[in-house]
């Protein structure tokens, strides 16, 4: 059984008098500890297709396995505590809660957490190994762009997800930002976790252990 598999996934989208259908039919599996990047021109339907992966949008028609249940017949229930459990996002433009710390900012997805654990000093010790030991008490505006992201990243971890989804996680930063973070996503995924990351960055994808890419609807082995 397959971690994810996806059979058939079909998206339409309504814009105004149009229905544009943006995913064709796509079939996909993804192995538990596998790093995929899913490649393609922009506007090809890659951040739908991802968003479809994380529960945050659901198909016009297909199916989606995860872990061995069909996402379409679970409740709004299971599917928060999926994407609160199971699932980390990571996005190009980071979404930190401008108030809030970057400790604050770490937690915030414990809030829903029905587990018992000691989260503080897991965020300090997921920010240390991430370089940012230093940086627990600042406000997002006072980070550079890959401290945001590093950040971002440790929001995602917080609760253990077994799966990463990122949606162009360097598209903000520069190139030196962006091979850091994306050696923290390789040290993840030699940890054990499962990465499906979005990117038309050829350097970025080129971490990834597995290529796909997205064209007309559907996708294709690199
Ligand atoms: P990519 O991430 O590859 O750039 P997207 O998945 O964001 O592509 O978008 C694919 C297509 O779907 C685009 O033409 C976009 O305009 C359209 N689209 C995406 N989201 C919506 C939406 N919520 N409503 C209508 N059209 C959308
Ligand atoms: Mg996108």
Redesign the pocket.
């Known amino acids: 059984m397959s971690l994810i598999e996806l059979r058939g996934i079909r998206k339409t989208y309504r814009q105004g008098e149009l229905l544009v259908e943006v995913l064709k039919g796509v079939d996909l599996k993804v192995e538990k500890g596998d790093f995929l990047a899913i490649m393609g021109a922009s506007g090809s339907g890659?951040?739908t297709l991802l968003y479809i992966i994380g529960c945050l949008e659901s198909p016009t028609d297909g199916k989606y396995i995860l872990e061995g249940s069909e996402v379409s017949r679970l409740g709004d229930d299971e599917l928060s505590a999926i994407r609160n459990q199971k699932l980390g996002f990571v996005f190009q433009s980071f979404y930190l809660i401008p108030y809030l710390t970057v400790l604050e900012n770490v937690l915030v997805p414990t809030i829903y957490s029905k587990r018992h654990l000691d989260f503080k000093s897991r965020a300090r010790g997921l920010l240390r190994k991430v370089g940012l030991e230093e940086r627990l008490f600042f406000l997002p505006s006072e980070l550079s762009g890959g401290q945001k992201q590093r950040t971002a990243i440790v929001r995602s971890l917080i609760n253990d997800p077994d799966i990463v989804l990122a949606?162009?996680p360097t598209g903000q930063l520069d190139s030196k930002s962006s091979s850091q973070v994306m050696e923290i996503l390789t040290a993840l995924n030699k940890d054990g976790k499962t990465i499906i990351l979005?990117t038309h960055d050829e350097a970025t994808a080129s971490y990834a252990k597995r290529r796909v890419i997205m064209k007309d609807g559907l996708i294709y082995p690199v």
Do not use: Q, R
């Open positions: 890659k951040s949606d162009e979005v």
